[in-house]
C-alpha cells in the first residue's frame, strides 16, 4: 500500500526498484498533504509541475535523487515558481534554479512546492509569516519551529523525502528538534547560496531536512559544490561519512551553564544522550558556555541585524506596512546602527572567537540540546520576540563562529516530547558530526508511524582525530 | 672609522666581532641622526635609556640582534617610553613592550626611540603631523613618505639598522619607496598587533624598514610569533628564505591599467625591472588591474573608513581640535555610515576578491611599482588629499586581499630618482615574496653612500610553485 510507504530514501528506492511510478509517489505526497489539513506548510503547491517532471522521468536510471520527491523554503528560486520570502508584496518568478535546486534537479529529484517560512527568514518560531501558521506535526499546541516552518512540517508528516530550509541563526536546526527529524547545517559556503534570498549574507547557508542522517547526509553529498557565481561559495572537500578508529571528544555545557529555562525533561534527556555516547567510549568534557552565549547575543542584540536590514533593501523605508509587524519590529533598529557599531562588532566577535577556539582545543565536537526548552503557540502569541529569543540559545552562535551542525532525533523524553541534539564541529568537519549524529539517532521518524532501520555507525567506529582538517577560510 | 661603518647586520656583527662596543654604536647613530639636522625623525628621542641598555648587554652573545639600533614608530608600545600615535593630546607611558618590542628586545635589539608619523597612521604622505616634518632622506623636495614617515627616514640615513613601522594601507611601503630602502610588510597577523594604536583593526600589521632585503628578513623571522593575547594573530609557519628550483609565475598590471599619473620614468622603470626578471626566467602574466583599483576604494571610499573612526574613539566628538585638520577631515566622515553601508561593503570586497582570486589563479606574485609617482612637499601642500590618495594606487588593496608583500629599491629611474618594486603574494607567503625581491634588489642603500653586496638568490633559484601553501583564514 502507498499510503504506508515511508518516503525515505531506501523506502521510495525499493519501491521504484519494485515498479512504483514516480507518478503515483507525487499523486500520494499531494493526498499527503491534504490529509494533514492544514493550509501553513506550503505558500506554492507545484502539483501539475511536479507531475508532469514524474512523467518525464522515463525510467529509473542511476542518478541519486531519482524521482525523490522534496519540497523548497520559500526563499529559494525553484525555476517557474513565485519566491515570496512569505513576504506577498516581495514576490518575483524565478527565472532559474537557485544552484543547489539546479543540482538536486540534475540528479533527478522532484520538487513539490515552496514552503511557508518566518518572513525573510527572520525568525525561530515559524508563525511570523502572513500567510497561515503551520501547525507543528507532533503537536499543534508547541509552534512548528522556524524560520524553516513549512520544510520541516513537510517532512515530518512524511509528504516529501527531504526539504531545502536555510539556516543563519538556526532556522535549519530549531524546526528539526520541534517535529523530530534531523537538520542538516552545512559548513557555510559549502551549499552555494545562488538564488537565495539572503538574511545575513555572511551567515546564510542553505540547510537540508530528513527523516534520518543517512538521508540528509545522501542529499546533501548532492546539493553541495563549488558555486563560481557565489562570492561565499568555499572550495570544502565534502569527507565520505564512513567508520573507523579513534577516540571521540566531546565538549558539552557544565551544569552551571547548562541552559533549559526550567524544563528538567529537556536538561535531563540531554544528560542521558550524553551519557550514552560515554557508554560507547566518547570522552566527554564540560566547559562553562557562557562565551558561546557571549557570540550568540552579537547575532540579535549586535550589528549584525543591520544584514537583515540590508536585506529588505528600501522596504523599511518605503512599504514598512508590507513587512510582518515582528519582522519589522526586528529589522528596523538596524537602520540606526553605525558602521563603527558594525566594526567594534566584529572586532568584539573577533575576541570571542579567540576564547571559544581555546575552549575547544581539546575536543572534536561540542553536543548540545538543539533546543532548550519548547515554546507553544500560546506563549509566543502573547510575546512574539522573547521565547523566540530563548530558541536560540544553542544555534545562534553557531554561523558566527563558523562551525557545521547536524540537529538529529534522539528520541522521546520522559513526557512524550522529541528530544533533540545537535552535533557541532569545526568548519568542514560535516561528515564527522553527521557520523556520531547517527550513532545517538532514535525515537519515531517525525509524527510519522514509520519504523526506523537500525543506525549505520556507534562512536567506536568513529575516529574524528584522524579525519583531515580541511581549509577553511 | 665608525662614521663610515653600514648599519646593516652584517656591517654591525663584523664590528662587533671585531670588538667595537654597543655604546659606541649608539653614541654614532645619535650622532648621526643630529648630523641630519632634521628635528622631524623622532617625536620621542631615547638616547640615555639606549646607552644604558648598551652597557648592560655585556659581551656579545648569539642572540640575533645582539646590539642592534632599531626605531619604533609612535603608534608602538615600547615599556616606559611615552606614545602618542602624533597626537599630542593622546598620549600615554607604555608600562609594557608591543609583543613585537619585547621579541626583539629579547633578541638582544636596542630602541633609539619613537619616530614620527602621519597622525593615527592616517595618510601615506608624512606630512600629518603637529610635530616638525621629517624630510625626505634622499630629497627634501619630495614628501617622506608615510605614515611611517621617520621609520623609513631614520633607516634611509643609516641612524638605525632597521625600523618598525605599520601597514595598513601601504604605511610601510610607501615611505620605503621615497626614501630608497627596503618595506617588508608581512601576511596579516603573524607580527602581533597587541602594544600597536589601531588604525584599522582588520587591516594593520606593524612593518619592517631595512636596508636590505635580507636584514628586513632576519628582523621579521625573529619578531613573528603567535600571539594568544592578540585575536587578529594567526599560527601561520613563516618559511625560510631559501632558494629551490623551478619556474616563477608573475603577474603585473597591463599597459592600459599600469597607472603612473604621466610619469614615464616610473612606467619604464617598472617595465624594465620586469624585463629583467623575464630575462632571469620568469614567466610574465599581463593582467588587467582594474578590480585592484576598484578593491583599493573601498579603504577610504567606503566602509572601512570607520575602523579608523572607531580607532579614535570618542575624539572626534569631545575633542576635535585635538586632531590634525587633514586627519579629522578624513576620519569624521566615518561617524554618518551606517552599518548597513559596512556590511554592504563586506559583500562588495567579497565580491571583488573573487574576481581579484581568478586574476591571480595561474600565478605566484603580483609585481607593481610601489608607488605611481613621486609627490613634492609643495603638491601636498597645496592639496592636502588627492596627492595622498594617488600614493596608495598599488597599496590600499593589498591588506583588503589579505596579500603579503614586499618593496624593494630597484636602482635609480632615468633621473635619479630611486625606483621601487613591490613583489606581493598570497597569505603566508612572505618567504617567497622575500626571495623574490631580492632577485632584483638594487641602487644605493637608502641615502647612505655605504656599498651594496650582491643579491643573495635570482628568480632561477626560487620556486614558488614548490612551497607549500599556508593555511590562512
Known amino acids: 500500500m502507498i499510503r504506508e510507504l515511508p518516503f525515505t530514501l531506501a ?13 503515483a ?13 492544514d493550509p501553513g506548510i506550503f505558500i506554492h503547491q507545484a502539483r501539475e509541475t511536479a507531475l508532469a517532471e514524474a512523467r518525464s522521468l522515463g525510467n529509473p536510471d542511476s542518478r541519486p535523487l531519482w524521482g525523490i520527491p522534496y519540497v523548497a523554503k520559500d526563499n529559494i528560486d525553484v525555476a517557474g515558481m513565485p519566491t515570496t520570502a512569505a513576504c506577498p508584496d516581495f514576490e518575483y518568478f524565478a527565472d532559474s534554479d537557485a544552484f543547489v535546486v539546479g543540482r538536486l534537479r540534475q540528479a533527478g529529484a522532484i520538487c513539490l512546492g515552496k514552503t511557508n517560512l518566518d518572513q525573510f527568514a527572520t525568525g525561530l518560531v515559524g508563525v511570523r ?13 508547541i509552534v512548528p519551529g522556524g524560520s524553516s516552518s513549512g520544510s520541516a512540517v513537510a517532512v515530518s508528516h512524511g509528504v516529501a523525502c527531504f526539504s531545502l530550509g536555510t539556516d543563519t541563526a538556526g532556522s535549519g536546526r530549531v524546526p528539526a528538534a520541534l517535529n523530530g527529524i ?136 518605503d512599504a514598512p506596512q508590507t513587512l510582518h509587524p515582528t519582522t519589522r519590529a526586528i529589522i528596523e533598529p538596524g537602520l540606526s546602527l553605525t558602521a563603527v557599531d558594525a566594526f567594534r562588532g566584529l572586532y568584539k566577535l573577533q575576541d570571542l572567537r579567540r576564547i571559544c577556539d581555546e575552549l575547544l582545543a581539546e575536543t572534536d565536537f561540542l553536543c548540545v540540546p538543539t533546543i532548550p526548552t519548547f515554546v507553544s503557540v500560546e506563549e509566543i502569541t502573547a510575546d512574539p520576540i522573547g521565547p523566540n529569543s530563548g530558541l536560540g540559545t544553542y544555534t545562534n552562535f553557531v554561523n558566527l563562529l563558523d562551525l557545521c551542525g547536524i540537529a538529529v532525533p534522539t528520541g522521546l523524553r520522559q513526557d512524550g516530547r522529541p528530544g533533540s541534539l545537535t552535533v557541532l564541529a569545526r568548519c568542514g568537519q560535516d561528515a564527522a558530526a553527521a557520523a556520531l549524529a547517527a550513532t545517538v539517532e532514535a525515537g519515531p521518524l517525525g509524527a510519522t508511524t514509520w519504523a526506523r532501520q537500525k543506525p549505520a555507525l556507534t562512536t567506536s567506529e568513529i575516529a574524528a582525530g584522524e579525519i583531515a582538517v580541511a581549509v577553511c577560510g
Open 129 to 141: 509569516t502572513p500567510y497561515p501558521v503551520p501547525l507543528n506535526a507532533v503537536d499543534p499546541e
Open 182 to 317: 534531523v537538520g542538516l547545517k552545512p559548513s557555510l559556503g559549502v551549499l552555494s547560496g545562488s538564488g537565495l534570498v539572503p538574511a545575513c549574507r555572511t551567515l546564510d547557508t542553505i540547510s537540508i531536512f530528513a527523516m534520518t542522517v543517512a538521508d540528509a547526509w545522501a542529499v546533501f553529498e548532492t546539493a553541495a559544490g563549488y558555486d563560481q557565481a557565489d562570492a561565499y561559495s568555499r572550495q570544502l572537500p565534502v569527507q565520505q561519512m564512513s567508520a573507523s578508529q579513534g577516540t571521540v571528544r566531546i565538549a558539552v555545557p557544565d551544569d552551571t551553564s547548562l541552559k533549559t529555562f526550567g524544563d528538567m525533561a529537556q536538561a535531563d534527556h540531554f544528560r542521558a544522550t550524553i551519557a550514552s555516547l560515554r557508554t560507547q567510549g566518547a570522552v566527554v568534557q564540560e566547559i562553562d558556555f557562557q562565551p558561546f552565549y557571549d557570540v550568540a547575543s552579537l547575532l540579535y542584540e549586535g550589528a549584525w541585524v543591520a544584514e537583515r536590514t540590508a536585506a529588505v533593501g528600501n522596504r523599511l523605508i
Open 25 to 37: 509517489v507525487i499523486e500520494e505526497a499531494f493526498r499527503r498533504l491534504d490529509a494533514t489539513g
Open 11 to 23: 523506502g521510495l528506492r525499493q519501491a521504484y526498484a519494485e515498479g512504483l511510478s514516480v507518478e
